[in-house]
């Protein structure tokens, strides 16, 4: 078995010896089978003197490595470092190939969804968690080198400033800045040096070892996918400009045959015992086996992580993607092949910038595999087409000439071959830090011993230099700042400390306690009028929250859908002619809870705080209708057919769930609402839990405070945490009462899928119904139906036994629904088994103690 690098680490006198490490390192590198090209090697010497190292060397040219290096002296000098990135998927991707290089006992990881071994040496994150790290610890922070790759993300509008918080914000710190497209760095030098108090070196002069060749195709997209495939140019990731049209390219792939029979073995060799749900999972499955691969924002993380191991194993011919693969994800590429050269950015649709088209197209070409890489930009449909109109009468000059050419679509933003062309010898734009001040940031900086306006000012002065700018930037920080004060969450402090900070926390708040949305703060405000004796209090809650979220589209369009088709069908059953109808459709939209109470406490929070008008209110219903039709989240995005979506629908229940637990303040925490948010951070975990699952496939314990952060729960298995597990079982038994309510023997059957023991299906259903009907008229799904009065449950052994009691309208109480839960079963299958044995009388049932 090949030794880690920290094995390799040298100890007594020569620990910390420059030549010494170099010469270990290098030795490393070369049992790897590879050499260091000239630029890694004046990258490891500049480390080991201590210097700042700036690394714009092209993609496939062993940036990698050089972080390997930083990693590799930072902890022979018995240092901790920091590799930075972007997204959450190249941080778990650097994680797991940093476990396989130094050994898991000394890397960790954090990215706000999940932690693993977060004291360790070597820790991979998102550039927010250095950020708020440095925010809180400053100069203080046990931090002694960081590595920042995909830096070109300090120009984001919205995330740039936690890479320039990171920059300005640790001065003792190393850093080793990362990225194929960053422009002019004359001024990012200069700063660093400044900052740090460092030398700081650029090495930029690197040829690209596999070099692009280009081409620009006239031929139908699919022609141009066979051929490169059929002429060894695969494998293609094939760049389109949304999610959907990723995910249909990937199913129209299938009918081509690209892999033989042994290929498709050894694919289904390699998913192995891989579990995929039903919905999206099961196209996934079968679009792999045809060695086809989908890898998008949308997808759930775990499958993503599996379309990135496939590829990297060789085994996928095309993957069809959106930009996702172009931020470092280490996928062999042979060929990039570009479906459009214009894109929405989520305000207009646009051409790609050129460090947009360059960062994508350098994923093509794997270095030790190639000789060469291809990038491929496709026509658009327009110009495919009148191509093939000019070679059908290419021999026919009257007819050429007669024939009427197609036309852009009306709205397209087009492009030609010029444009790619210009695209392929442009240069990346010049990078512009970009700066916000938000509460999230004023709460970290108060951790600080030091006074906040005195670190929020060093803050702006480091990022900004246009007076007008930074001016706007402090004025911003005192009206937040002032919110907060009269809002009760920061008090003056009775003896400033030592270090001249006046301003901290109330203490009566959780320890987590965070406002990371802009809203946050109108959003406390208007918890304090509602009234915890309501019935529907913690849902109301979950509205207050959800309504300063950001808006997961998929969900909302879906939801406006269904309710137009509802009311269309109303108002024609009302008579309604069809342009009053279309008027009408106009002010349906998806359900918005609280829509008038929101509204009109908005209008008048923000009379007083003008500033948050740029930050509209977005009262909607996702959490509260997933609890509220009791579903689970496989459930919930067939119901509203967002299969395709489902990493979109987990990453705003992530969300929702963080800014509930952090943002609520304890005075709110309710039984209910505890009940509730301990279902949303189960829901969250049970839907995928691939990091922690492969973590501990190393052998490592998941560290407990990182499980309680994401879930409330430290172990993976269901049974494991049976305060969780009864709200699950709860809401598994209130599913049946929803569908009885609507008489529908048929779903209530189908939720026996997960059950092999079945035995109460759709006969059984269907005729304990004719007997409910024959009773009483109605069964109530109201939040008194929900009420813990009707739930019951003995939680004796293994298998727990629970009764749900109908909610009749006349109050008799007399129909309950029983069941058993097999506690082992829940685990095995990570979802809740719920085997009824019968749904009828209560005299005629066997009673459960509560």
């Not at 920290?6 to 790897?32: C, E, K, M, R």
């Not at 405000?525 to 979950?542: G, R």
Request: glycine share 6%.
């Amino acid at each position: 078995m090949n030794k880690t690098l920290t094995q390799l680490l040298p100890s007594g006198a020569i620990a910390q010896d420059p030549d010494v490490l170099y010469s270990v390192f290098n030795n490393w590198v070369h049992g790897q089978g590879i050499e260091m090209y000239p630029h890694q090697s004046d990258a490891l010497v500049d480390l080991l003197t201590g210097a700042n190292t700036i690394i714009t060397t092209p993609t496939g040219s062993g940036k990698s490595l050089i972080a390997t290096a930083a990693h590799f002296v930072t902890l022979a000098q018995h240092g901790r470092s920091y590799y930075t990135a972007p997204i959450k998927a190249l941080v778990n991707e650097k994680f797991f190939a940093l476990c396989e290089i130094f050994g898991s006992d000394v890397v960790g990881m954090v990215t706000g969804d999940a932690s693993v071994n977060p004291q360790a040496p070597i820790i991979c994150c998102t550039a927010e968690i250095l950020a708020n790290i440095a925010l809180r610890q400053g100069a203080d922070a046990d931090v002694d080198l960081v590595i920042m790759d995909e830096f070109h993300f300090i120009a984001d509008p919205d995330r740039g400033w936690a890479w320039q918080v990171g920059l300005s914000e640790l001065p003792d710190c190393q850093f080793v800045v990362m990225s194929a497209t960053l422009g002019d760095v004359t001024r990012l030098a200069h700063n660093l040096g400044e900052w740090t108090g460092r030398q700081t070196s650029v090495i930029g002069n690197a040829e690209r070892p596999v070099p692009l060749t280009y081409h620009w195709s006239i031929s139908p997209l699919h022609e141009t996918i066979e051929e490169l495939a059929s002429t060894g140019q695969s494998p293609v990731y094939i760049v389109h400009p949304s999610q959907a049209a990723a995910t249909e390219q990937a199913q129209a792939l299938m009918s081509a045959h690209l892999v033989d029979t042994e290929h498709r073995r050894r694919i289904v060799a390699a998913i192995g015992g891989f579990r995929f749900s039903p919905g999206f999972g099961a196209t996934l499955s079968k679009m792999l086996r045809h060695g086809i691969g989908v890898h998008h924002a949308g997808m759930l993380p775990k499958y993503r992580r599996l379309v990135e191991q496939l590829a990297q194993q060789g085994l996928l011919v095309a993957i069809c993607g959106t930009d996702t693969l172009g931020v470092g994800i280490n996928v062999p590429i042979h060929t990039v092949l570009f479906t459009s050269l214009s894109k929405f950015d989520g305000r207009r649709s646009r051409l790609l910038r050129s460090r947009e088209f360059h960062q994508i197209a350098g994923r093509a070409g794997r270095a030790g595999f190639d000789t060469i890489g291809y990038v491929v930009a496709q026509a658009p449909e327009y110009q495919v087409e009148n191509e093939r109109i000019a070679k059908k009468f290419e021999n026919d000059e009257r007819k050429r000439k007669s024939v009427r050419r197609k036309k852009p679509p009306e709205g397209f933003v087009n492009y030609t071959e010029a444009t790619f062309r210009k695209l392929i010898e442009s240069v990346p734009e010049t990078l512009h830090a970009r700066m916000r001040v938000t509460h999230a940031m004023l709460i970290n900086l108060l951790a600080r011993d030091e006074d906040t306006a005195q670190a929020l000012v060093h803050i702006v002065d480091a990022a900004v230099d246009d007076r007008a700018v930074r001016r706007r930037l402090l004025h911003r920080a005192v009206q937040l700042g002032r919110s907060m004060i009269e809002s009760g969450v920061v008090v003056r402090r009775t003896t400033p400390t030592a270090g001249g900070r006046r301003y901290e926390l109330n203490a009566e708040l959780q320890d987590d306690f965070a406002m990371n949305q802009p809203l946050s703060a109108f959003a406390m405000a208007v918890l304090e009028t509602l009234d915890p004796a309501s019935q529907t209090f913690a849902l109301d809650v979950v509205s207050v929250i959800e309504a300063t979220l950001e808006d997961p589209w998929p969900v909302l369009r879906a939801q406006q859908f269904e309710a137009r088709g509802e009311a269309v069908a109303e108002m024609k059953a009302e008579g309604m002619d069809y342009e009053d109808r279309m008027t009408a459709l106009e002010e349906v939209s998806h359900p918005q809870p609280l829509a008038e109470l929101l509204e009109a406490a908005y209008t008048t929070f923000t009379a007083s705080r003008p500033w948050l008008v740029e930050y509209p209110l977005h009262p909607k219903s996702v959490v509260r209708e997933m609890y509220e039709r009791a579903m689970t989240f496989g459930e919930y995005c067939a119901f509203h057919k967002v299969q395709r979506s489902e990493g979109t629908v987990l990453r705003y229940l992530s969300d929702a769930y963080r800014a509930l637990r952090q943002t609520v303040p304890i005075s709110a925490h309710t039984p209910e609402f505890d009940e509730l948010l301990t279902w949303l951070g189960t829901v969250v975990r049970m839907t995928d839990s691939s990091l922690l699952d492969e973590w501990t496939r190393l052998g490592q314990q998941i560290d407990d405070a990182a499980a309680d952060e994401q879930t409330g729960t430290t172990s993976r298995a269901l049974s494991s945490n049976p305060a969780a597990l009864r709200v699950l079982v709860r809401n598994a038994l209130f599913r049946r009462v929803q569908l009885a309510a609507d008489d529908d023997p048929a779903g209530l059957a189908a939720l026996n899928a997960n059950d092999p023991l079945a035995t109460f299906g759709y006969p059984q259903w269907d005729a304990a119904l004719g007997d409910y009907w024959d009773d009483h008229d109605e069964i109530g799904v109201g939040a008194q139906a929900r009420g813990p009065q009707f739930f019951s449950l003995d939680p004796s052994g293994r298998t727990w036994a629970v009764r749900q009691v109908i909610d009749d309208p006349e109050g008799d109480h007399d129909w309950a629904i029983q069941a058993t839960v097999d506690l082992d079963a829940c685990d095995e299958t990570g979802d809740v088994v719920v085997h009824v044995i019968s749904f009828g009388r209560i005299d005629g049932l066997t009673a459960t103690r509560n």
